[in-house]
């Protein structure tokens, strides 16, 4: 069985760490580079790097901050924010992303997925989702619709749907991020996760409503997740990556240990 993984996500909006609610309330929370490496040296598997406003504000991410956090960590960094085009895949490769996720631009012009698989390896392009509940219907059946531009613009397209065009198409992973878990801290949408989970055969990663070490284990059990993302828990001091792996590994997850 392959080991799970701790991912942190960093979301940044111009050049600061932010955290928000349910995608709203956003707040400047500190220095991105200075968290990165706090988490690199307490043994964090992953790191996500979400520039949150890129999209929305209709520019490229910010790659001199990429640049800054790729100096100070080295475990795999994944990027995501404005990505529409292999030059801005590329670019986030040059500047130190190992994988790069696209959002907005994809579900937009779906190719795009493509594009990036053959220009820089499935491995390495992460489809990442917003996702809402909603009412089932012949639209969105799953009961959960995808949105676009950092929570804004509902698109009309079935979650568990685009998940499959997104694997078909060359994603070689997927990030659930449920909006309405989001900052919340009350746990993972397990029912969400799980669905996509045993529907693909790329990995999983669970994102939106950590608050305690039990969600983790429960979105990487319950919610047959590959990795579990957090943020608030981490960035406001609660818990150390050190203290939610060992608590994983302590509960039966198979974790990557840093003893």
């Given at each position: ?13 111009d050049?600061?760490?932010?955290k ?11 220095d ?8 690199y ?41 404005g990505?529409r ?16 996720n ?35 219907s ?44 989001d ?6 949408e ?9 529907a ?60």
């Amino acid at each position: 069985m392959l080991s799970k993984r701790l991912i942190a996500c960093l979301d940044v909006r111009d050049g600061k760490l932010a955290k928000s609610v349910k995608f709203v309330d956003t707040k400047d929370i500190g220095d991105p580079v200075e968290k990165a490496r706090e988490y690199y040296l307490d043994g964090l598997d992953e790191l996500v790097f979400y520039d949150i406003t890129a999209s929305s504000d209709k520019r490229s991410i910010m790659l001199d901050v990429v640049e800054a956090v790729a100096e100070q960590v080295f475990i795999p960094l994944s990027v995501g924010g404005g990505v529409r085009s292999v030059q801005d895949a590329t670019d986030l490769r040059l500047a130190g992303a190992e994988k790069i996720n696209v959002n907005s631009a994809a579900v937009q012009r779906p190719a795009l997925i493509a594009e990036c698989a053959e220009s820089i390896g499935n491995q390495n392009v992460v489809l990442s989702m917003d996702i809402r509940a909603v009412e089932r219907s012949e639209v969105c059946p799953s009961g959960y619709e995808i949105v676009i531009n950092g929570g804004r613009t509902p698109v009309g397209r079935d979650a568990l749907a685009w998940a499959l065009e997104g694997e078909r198409l060359g994603a070689g992973e997927l990030v659930v991020n449920s909006i309405d878990a989001d900052g919340t801290r009350d746990g993972y949408e397990l029912t969400l996760t799980r669905m996509i989970s045993e529907a693909v055969r790329i990995p999983v990663i669970a994102s939106g409503g950590a608050g305690t070490p039990d969600h983790l284990v429960d979105a990487l059990t319950t919610g047959k997740a590959d990795a579990a993302l957090v943020a608030s828990m981490v960035h406001y001091g609660d818990y150390r990556v050190s203290e939610l792996k060992r608590y994983l590994h302590e509960h039966g997850v198979k974790m990557r240990m840093h003893w």
